[in-house]
């Protein structure tokens, strides 16, 4: 106890604030979810009555999660039952041959032949273009899909116009399999013994068994091929099996815990449904009480991607690998280039081990490399309006804090501007300055979770309601800075924030 209590002063020392100073911008935190979840609870009966649904209907992603998982929960089941078997005759490098065997019938099951033919196409010119071994050609490919698969989402749909949800999962498949050849593409680039061990069994059955490896194959999260070859071999000790069986167990009680809460949300806070249909946001007559729509939106993508992404995390370290971490609460992000490093870690590695960092070795700026890579991300999530107007304002807020942290971190900053304010104005000034940035990024959010409707009009609120209300914004944005700051301390003292770097290609298994 008396531990805990030094290093908590330690953490309040080190942003030079007493303790009833946080114990304000804590009260108003906690203040400011209550108000936001009596304002939208007060709507519910309202909402219920307009949208004919006792649940809010539009949280799609989730729907379609749940969805999924009823169609093929026994999938997951005898994928574990079969892993666990496995396990105890085959050797780590061997594995894959029993995800290849497990994904593909259940992907017989669950699509026509007809659609399952563009996955295929996939898999053999990708396959392809892994032995060739070429930049220039795995991009091209990669781009030439990209565009296939927006076509194919905005123009055939009659074929499989029954049954639109299937249709959509497997577009979901097609754009995270992407990814994974991508990277299964890249590995191989440098490959020594390429010549001689590309075309053994064993190496096919690893292309299959990691692109198609059915717990992260339609919700992700998009897991390297570097992190898919470090399973070990099973421990010979008795006690090791079951242990990892009782950490299997209690992983996928957790991600059944927020998946009970976040249907538990569903049922009383209608967010979706007002950001869908954005003339609902004038039920909440207070300007000030609007801004809760886009918290809880925020909120709720968080909880649905914690459930998604953690089912297929446990079931990777489960089987062995070292999967990414799982989304961090957008509640504890106050930079904004966090979101994109701690919400989808594994999304993030792809971009910048494939895509940033390589064009910025080859010699080209930072800000040109920063560009092409948000155009990436644009085409991958789908050519939409509203998809650009989040893409360029992620990039735009970006730039932007980027520049105010060289400005903050150089010496004039911190020889005059420090010295005259002291540690704890200059702090209080960050906060300011940067909780200004991130209302704007967290419109951007509003776009791509809800609908360019309810972002235009969340700006406006927020822009447009007089000064009194916009401080009242600015204030608690202030506050969470404060917070979200302490928070991130305590989270790199106890090493949470550190990346996890056991997965580099020192410590892969071979498989030549």
Request: glycine share 6%; with cysteine; charged share 15%.
């Amino acid at each position: 106890m008396a531990n805990a209590e030094k290093k908590q002063k330690g953490n309040f020392k080190q942003l030079n604030f007493c303790r009833h100073e946080f114990c304000i911008y804590f009260g108003v935190y906690i203040a400011y979810l209550m108000y936001g979840v009596y304002t939208l609870l007060q709507l519910r009966g309202v909402l219920q009555q307009n949208s004919g649904f006792s649940r809010d209907p539009y949280n799609y992603e989730l729907d379609i999660f749940n969805d999924y998982l009823r169609r093929n929960w026994h999938w997951y089941l005898f994928h574990a039952i079969a892993t666990t078997v496995a396990r105890l005759f085959l050797t780590a490098s061997t594995m894959s041959i029993v995800f290849a065997c497990l994904s593909v019938p259940s992907l017989l099951s669950i699509f026509p032949l007809k659609m399952l033919s563009y996955l295929l196409a996939m898999l053999i010119i990708f396959y392809l273009v892994a032995y060739i071994g070429s930049k220039k050609i795995i991009w091209l490919v990669t781009a030439l899909w990209v565009a296939v698969m927006n076509i194919l989402a905005f123009y055939i749909k009659s074929p499989f116009e029954e049954e639109q949800t299937i249709f959509y999962m497997l577009s979901v498949i097609l754009f995270w399999t992407l990814l994974r050849c991508c990277s299964f593409a890249h590995f191989f680039l440098g490959h020594k013994h390429k010549e001689k061990t590309f075309w053994e069994p064993i190496t096919l059955t690893h292309f299959l068994g990691y692109t198609l490896y059915f717990p992260t194959l339609a919700n992700g999260p998009f897991l390297d091929y570097k992190r898919y070859i470090v399973m070990p071999d099973v421990e010979k000790q008795p006690t090791g099996p079951y242990r990892k069986l009782s950490h299997f167990g209690y992983e996928l009680l957790r991600v059944l815990f927020w998946w009970l809460c976040l249907e538990l949300g569903m049922r009383y806070l209608f967010v979706h449904y007002i950001a869908m249909v954005p003339n609902m946001a004038k039920l909440v007559k207070s300007p000030f009480g609007r801004h809760a729509i886009g918290y809880f939106l925020g909120q709720f993508f968080f909880l649905t991607y914690l459930v998604k992404y953690g089912l297929g995390i446990a079931f990777a370290r489960y089987d062995g690998m070292q999967p990414p971490r799982k989304p961090q609460c957008i509640g504890h992000i106050h930079y904004y280039s966090n979101m994109w490093k701690h919400f989808d870690e594994g999304l993030y590695e792809f971009l910048f081990d494939y895509i940033y960092h390589p064009l910025v070795q080859a010699g080209y700026t930072k800000f040109v490399s920063t560009v092409l890579t948000f155009a990436f991300i644009f085409m991958w999530h789908g050519c939409q309006t509203d998809i650009l107007i989040w893409t360029v304002m992620n990039f735009l807020c970006l730039i932007t804090e980027k520049c105010l942290k060289c400005a903050v971190c150089s010496e004039f900053y911190k020889g005059w501007f420090e010295k005259k304010l002291g540690q704890q104005l200059s702090q209080r000034f960050n906060a300011i300055i940067f909780s200004q940035l991130f209302i704007v990024a967290a419109f951007s959010n509003v776009f791509f979770i809800g609908s360019t409707e309810m972002g235009v009009s969340l700006m406006i609120n927020a822009y447009g309601n007089g000064f009194i209300n916009y401080l009242a914004l600015s204030f608690c944005c202030y506050c969470f800075f404060q917070c979200s700051e302490l928070i991130s301390i305590n989270q790199n003292d106890e090493g949470i924030g550190k990346k996890n770097e056991s997965y580099t290609v020192k410590n892969i298994t071979k498989i030549d």
